[in-house]
């Protein structure tokens, strides 16, 4: 089993930033991937970013460039800042992890890019 706790939506005019969270309840060390998928209303859940136990990095095509995913190990954190950030951008953002074939999700926060 594996909780995730996500933090930091909110929001944010266009070309603003923004930096989600996600606290994972044991040792991301322990998980083969985590990621972060977002779900704009009427639209389907998307792949926004990944990264592997090894540290690899996925990123959508829409968010390269403006988007980076990254880890802190003593934390137990990974997160996903946003830069640039468009109203195209707007969704509910959700933290994933696989770990030996299940999906865990958090309960989603809400960007939203406006002015």
């Known amino acids: 089993q594996v909780q995730l706790v996500e933090s930091g939506g909110g929001l944010v005019q266009p070309g603003g930033s923004l930096r989600l969270s996600c606290a994972a309840s044991?040792?991301?060390?322990?998980?083969?991937?985590m990621g972060w998928y977002r779900q704009a209303p009427g639209k389907q859940r998307e792949l926004v970013a990944t990264?592997?136990?090894?540290?690899?990095?996925n990123l959508a095509d829409s968010v390269k460039g403006r988007f980076t995913i990254s880890r802190d190990i003593s934390e137990n954190t990974v997160s996903l800042q946003m830069n640039s950030l468009k109203p195209e951008d707007t969704a509910v953002y959700y933290c994933?992890?696989?770990?030996?074939?299940?999906?865990?999700w958090g309960q989603g926060t809400q960007v939203t890019v406006s002015s």
């Open positions: 994933n992890a696989v770990k030996t074939g299940n999906d865990y």
């Open positions: 044991r040792n991301i060390f322990s998980i083969d991937v």
């Open positions: 990264i592997t136990l090894g540290g690899r990095t």
